[in-house]
């Protein structure tokens, strides 16, 4: 089975298989491993300095020499925040921190300096990454164009096709059509509200209507049958997220795997709790507090900096109540095997599942 | 391209595809349409009286002797309800039509009678309908067993993994499964509170790997493509419903077929403001001005009951501001076409969905 399109084209990959960008969870093992089985690793960088960005990129080249994508966060930081606010859910989480015997390190509003892709771009170019994705929006034009004069092809993100419209018209390679089954935070740029939560079935279809640029299906692909289905629906290929959730290489510790297999689809909530932009994960006992508490979040990112020290402090001693633990709706599928071996069986399962549809049909007399 | 396998021939059918039943919309004339062309049209009765189901089901057999389904709603009417809240919907309600100048004609709670399905079975036993589908709920184990000592095939609908093995303990011949795509009622049944939203690319194959019954995948099905995607999932037919919603035999009016067809997926939203239960339609002023009252709504079929008059008055009138207009997430997908045009392209299109795949990729060397 050889797959061919313009995906495989454009990233220069053997399958159309991208791994979902995970922060928190992916590892440059990880993303070695999916490009070395000749499917395009994505090292997730979005909010770091230039400094751990050039360290997370040259530990992946040590580890392989096939291409793999960078991604990035394109939002915007808000300048100014409601302070009460800010100084409200942080006098929230100091006390719930203390009932739970949490250590809890609260930041300092004066003090807050974020990283955006601006500070990451140069290292970016210099380490010649061959595939830029990006989510939350757009890099600015000078940005694009110097990316795509050095060569690199750029992978956007769309949860409706309005943003796939926009993505389209910025000459982005590749656009990522982002269903709302998928876990991890939504994409969505456009508006400001409740996000557009379309369905892989729904949104891939009219987004491929609707653009020139190939698409990869996001949202529910989960093995192989899954991408095929994918297909069928005009994607020229799938971002995978979750089955990589609980691999070898992820570094979600042992409870937290363990929560995440074990999880029904109506677990993976959608909420902005954690970090002021909506995303997709496990219902815990962090994540209803907040919203319990009645208390406005803040915009992103500064309701994940507030946050940030309780949910890391959860991750190091693997306490699932506490910890970050974003999901799609078909996570419970994951597996713990090394991540080469999933997306190998997850290529096999592709060519049997046409066999899977002659079972039941039979499609020519 | 002979379809063959057990939703086929549990059915009786020619194509694995099933009508959605869609009150207001459905006609008998539509549901003799798709059962014609080798389909199986769903006539829906939900809430009506014996009579007025009887007319219906003997207006399809004047139309065609092929197979149809027709459609229950197997939920439980609430005892008693909170009647200060009936009364604060109801003066909303009378003002808000006032305003807007709609003829309202309040429901007096204590003269409200409500059907159910046990009104309905002894005409679907003496009519000898083949197929009776569900939702809602599941109906009580008598007349699960009498219907299928009769020879009637049963259809229930899940929206969750839990619901499926619900319903596969009981025998029911195929599932449905409903993804969040899915225009119209939510099935669901096990929860109360807020209904599992779970996209079609996700529910589908978790469902047929929980059962031992076949499975039509529901929710987003609007074209050949979606539904050889959904077989590549597992099932073994579709239910498609927004794709029929302005054919030439649906009843609704004019404006309404306009505005379904210039929806955008992010238009049709998820609310309980018009008959209690939750439901996705498109978003209009009545919706709006229901969440704005801050009212809680009354539980299903008191909230339906309330707004009747109001959405019965913009049916006649075409209003799109005030009708109700179940959509689902490719319900801009819709065109006006005869049902059977429709239902050919479909079929059409499923085949040469495979060429689509072997035009983006080599599939075998």
């Keep these: 089975m050889k797959w061919h399109n313009k995906v495989t084209s454009l990233l220069n990959i053997t399958y159309p298989v991208v791994q979902a ?158 269903g709302a089954e998928a876990g991890g935070h939504r994409g969505t740029f456009i508006t400001e509200g409740n996000p557009p939560m379309i369905g892989t079935m729904s949104l891939v279809p009219q987004i491929v209507d609707a653009i020139r640029r190939p698409v990869l299906a996001a949202g529910g692909i989960a093995d192989g049958g899954t991408m095929m289905a994918a297909m069928m629906l005009g994607a020229q290929g799938v971002q995978v997220g979750s089955a990589f959730l609980v691999c070898n290489e992820s570094s979600a510790p042992n409870a937290h795997k363990h929560r995440i297999q074990n999880a029904s689809s109506s677990d993976a909530v959608l909420t902005k709790n954690f970090s002021g932009r909506w995303a997709r994960g496990i219902e815990n006992k962090l994540m209803r507090a907040i919203g319990e508490s009645g208390l406005a979040t803040l915009p992103y990112p500064y309701q994940q900096s507030l946050t940030a020290s309780i949910r890391s402090f959860a991750q190091q001693k693997d306490l699932t109540d506490f910890a970050t633990m974003w999901a799609g709706q078909s996570a419970s599928k994951a597996v713990r095997k090394p991540a080469a071996a999933i997306f190998q069986l997850l290529i096999q399962q592709a060519q049997t599942s046409f066999e899977l549809i002659e079972r039941h049909v039979q499609v020519k007399e």
């Design 21 to 178: 960008p995970m922060l928190g969870i992916t590892t440059p093992e990880m993303v070695a491993a999916v490009s070395e089985a000749g499917g395009l690793g994505s090292l997730p960088v979005g909010g770091l300095s230039a400094d751990q960005t050039r360290e997370l990129i040259r530990a992946v080249k040590s580890l392989t020499s096939k291409p793999f994508a960078v991604n990035l966060f394109a939002h915007s930081v808000p300048s100014s925040i409601d302070a009460a606010a800010f100084t409200a859910m942080q006098e929230f989480l100091t006390s719930f921190a203390a009932v739970n015997d949490i250590t809890y390190v609260p930041p300092v509003q004066e003090m807050l300096r974020f990283h955006t892709y601006h500070d990451q771009i140069d290292i970016l170019l210099s380490e010649q990454i061959p595939s830029v994705s990006f989510t939350f929006g757009i890099p600015e034009d000078e940005h694009i164009a110097t990316l795509k004069n050095r060569g690199a092809r750029l992978i956007g993100t769309a949860t409706c096709v309005e943003e796939a419209l926009l993505l389209d018209n910025k000459f982005v390679d590749v656009i990522t059509a982002q």
